[in-house]
C-alpha cells in the first residue's frame, strides 16, 4: 500500500511574519493559540491537505517539508535507514495520539513521516 501525504509543514524563524506573509499572500488563517505556538492553517479552500506553521528555533532549522502517513513508523524509519535516508528527528507522539519522525532522503530534503494511532475498540 502507498503511503499518502497528509500534512505540509513550514518552519521558520519568526511565527508572526510568517502568519502574516501566509495571511495576506494566500488568505491563510493560522491559528498558533496553544502551548506549542504551532499555526494549524486553514487554508479557507477546499480540497488540498491541511497543514502547520511554526517557528522551531536553531536546532531544528528552516525548512517546508511534507509528511507521508505511513502504517509503521518504526519499520519505515529502518527502511528509510536502509535506502540510503537518515533520521533527523527521532519518532515523537504528538497530542493526537499519533507519532512522527522527520527524516533527510538520500540527497538531504526534510521529509516527515506520522503512524496515526490505532483506533481503540
Known sequence: MGAPVVWFEIAGR???GLE????DLLGWKIDADNPLRYGGVDTG?????????YAPGAPIGE???????VEDL???LADALRLGGRVVGPPEAIPSGARIAMIFDPEGHRIGLIQQPV???
Do not use: K
Open 45 to 53: 479552500a477546499p480540497g488540498g491537505i491541511p497543514g502547520g506553521i
Open 119 to 121: 483506533p481503540s475498540s
Open 20 to 23: 502574516r506573509f501566509y495571511g
Open 63 to 69: 525548512y517546508v517539508s511534507f509528511y507521508a502517513q
Open 74 to 76: 518504526d519499520s519505515a
Open 14 to 16: 519568526d511565527l508572526d
